[in-house]
């Protein structure tokens, strides 16, 4: 049977997503394309409105052909709109969502007993709960490995669903942490992505996310990589800014900074300044040679006025943001600010958000252009196509034609950047 996982959100989804295609691989079945596939499983997201309009467009494809399977965040709040899309769709709230992890055995045997596929995923009654279950050691659609190691988030942001969907958070033990990445360096990665809904709020009661890279680091060889998934500011500490100094840790961050005016963040209920984020910024840049630095920035929030949009434009332009995931504001329900009056009207908010995306874009090619005869580190994914340290997707250019290893790190001199490729010497 032909098995198809598609993924919306953060890169928290991608990591649950990789664990459960991995449990499906294991017991024999295909991870196949959407379009063969019998069954598709979809890792749903609540962000924005687009992504549930998404999420809804793609249900709706996908259940002319398959069985569909909906879980994250978007089936959790709103299942009953989930369900009415289709009569081939099942939901499993997130809270549920670990059970997945056994549905490949579970379908196998009554498979096997002679039951429709339809059949057998509502006869699946069992139920997991536990959000750290999702313990892949295998990828099946990246090269570095993805460790869950937090989720849920207590900051309860203004325009934000996701903490209601995801409840409070949670941390996995560090020994658990430390266990899981060490069995990864044994199965041959060189990478593993750190990952949670609100990563810096990891163990933030006892020695936070900055203490549990130091023991990482401790124990993981040379040939190890660390890479930090989505840092929320408020939570960044010089603890952790200080083991960005090791150069296992990628040269690659990314900052949900939404807006650069203290008056907007306040109104939004996000619990930091807007200096303590130039101040992780400057940190980070004194630690690696120009890294990556991303950032989402949300347009037209309540409150944003010229004056405020002005502050946020000039901190980003001031700032050489790498790249700028830019979101016009989006009214959640549930949401503190869903009933605001002070927000810009809609055509002041997307001509903000062009703009922004149009700053973004030069941004990324003088960030581009600045690779140029670097010499730079390179994952190998497929073929000859790698991402580097800093994050840039490259064509990875051996001697004499050879095709790099898989999930093996190569060392070499950027000699083209449209598009960018780089030259190893062996």
Known sequence: MNVYIYTLGCRLNQAESEAIADSFARQGFTLSSSSDADLVIVNSCTVTTKAEQKARRMIRLFAKHAEVIVTGCYAELDPDEVRALSGRVTVFSLKEKASLLSLASHLERLLAEGYELH????????????????DASSFQYHSRAYLKIQDGCDNHCGYCRTTIARGASVSLDSEEVLKRALKLEEE????????????????????????????????????????????EPDHVDDRLLDTLEDERMQPHFHIPIQ??????????????????VDYIISRMRKAKDDPFIACDVIAGLPGEGD???????????????AAMHVFPYSPRPGTALYGAKDKPEERVRDERAELLRSLSQVKSREYLSRQMGKRLEVLAERGAEG???????????LPEGRI??????????????????????V
């Open 119 to 134: 059949d057998a995923i509502k006869a699946f009654t069992y139920r997991a709960t536990d959000p750290f279950a999702f």
């Open 188 to 231: 041959g990665f060189h990478e593993i992505m750190l990952t949670g809904v609100n990563l810096t709020m990891y163990d933030h009661e006892g020695e936070g996310l900055g203490g549990l890279c130091e023991k990482l680091l401790s124990h993981l060889g040379n040939g190890m990589r660390l890479r930090l998934s989505s840092m």
């Open 259 to 276: 807006s650069a005016s203290d008056k907007v963040l306040r109104l939004a209920s996000r619990r930091y300044s807007i200096s303590h």
């Open 307 to 321: 004056d405020e949009f002005r502050e946020t434009y000039d901190f980003l332009s001031s700032h050489d943001f």
């Open 387 to 397: 991402t580097t340290g800093n994050y840039l997707k490259a064509r990875i250019i």
């Open 404 to 425: 790099p290893i898989s999930r093996m790190l190569y060392k070499g001199i950027v000699t083209s950047i449209e598009p960018l490729e780089i030259t190893v010497e």
